[in-house]
Structure formats: C-alpha cells, structure tokens
C-alpha cells in the first residue's frame, strides 16, 4: 500500500475510470481524471491509496472539518479493486490502510456510501465495524442521498 503522489495521478485515473465503467457510470475519460487527481492530491484535498503492482487497487479519502467536533470527519469517496485481483485481500488491506491513515488525521468519524446491491462491499465495510444502523445495531437504516444539480 502506497499514498499516491500527483505523479501517480495517471494510475490513480485508469482505476477510478474503470470502476465506473464496470458499473456503468458516467466517466469524463482517464485524461480528465489524470488532471483532476493532479489538482486534488496536489492541493491536498485528496488523499489516494494505491495498492498492488499494477496498482491494482485504490482508496480515496477526503477529510473536512467536523460539525459537531473539532476534529475532522473522514469520507471515504471511492474504493476499488480490479477484478482479476478481487477475493485476495487487497480490498480489506486498502480499507485497512484508510482507517489508519484516517485516525493518524485525527478524524473520530468516517463515513461512506455504497449500493445496497453490492453485497461484496456492503460485508466488506460491514466485517470492519461500519454500520448503516442509526444509534445502534436496533435502530433505524441510514440512507445516504444524492442529486445531480
């Protein structure tokens, strides 16, 4: 596992372009990505971990100022790994190495969405202690919303 620098940007891209294509979401294409991560990692409003050889795996976490704290909350904004390298634990190393770095920021909170179809995932973040159960493992589900604008 390796925090990847704005020369890694071009990596980082490949990984996130082909996540969304594989779920067929909208990509602006590897060389917007490339600059946009440039952008992001340089400016230190991202933090991208890189893992396998080829990489074959990569987080992206963000931290922002907490509301109800002074600490900062850490949102985990994507995490993939390449099919071929799925089921070996890159996932739960990468997913490992976010927590870490996030508590090393001081962030007491992390958050994160997902699909409630992806069932891979969902036990991912499940076995390391997420839940989506407000106040508890009794209490209600949490929803996460988005909107295009």
């Known amino acids: 596992m390796r925090q990847a620098g704005a020369s890694d940007a071009h990596d980082a891209a490949r990984l996130l372009h082909d996540f969304n294509t594989e779920y067929d979401d909208f990509t ?16 230190g409003e991202a933090t991208v971990l890189l893992g ?5 795996g990569i987080a992206v976490v963000r931290f922002r100022p907490a509301l109800w ?46 699909s409630v179809d992806d069932t891979a995932a ?14 508890g493992p009794e209490g209600p589900v949490m929803l996460f919303y988005e909107r295009s604008l």
Not at 29 to 35: I, Y
Not at 52 to 56: H, K, L, S, V, Y
Not at 122 to 135: K, M
Request: proline share 6%.
């Open 122 to 135: 969902r036990a991912l973040y499940e076995s390391a202690g997420f839940t989506n159960r407000e106040g």
């Open 52 to 56: 396998g050889e080829g990489p074959d």
């Open 28 to 43: 602006p294409g590897v060389a917007a990505l490339t600059e946009r991560l440039r952008e992001l990692i340089g400016a």
């Open 69 to 114: 704290t002074p600490t900062p909350e850490a949102y985990l904004e994507e995490l993939y790994v390449a099919p071929e390298r799925r089921g070996k634990g890159l996932g739960r190393a990468l997913l490992d190495s976010v927590l870490e770095l996030s508590r090393d920021a001081g962030a007491k909170d992390i958050l994160l969405g997902t």
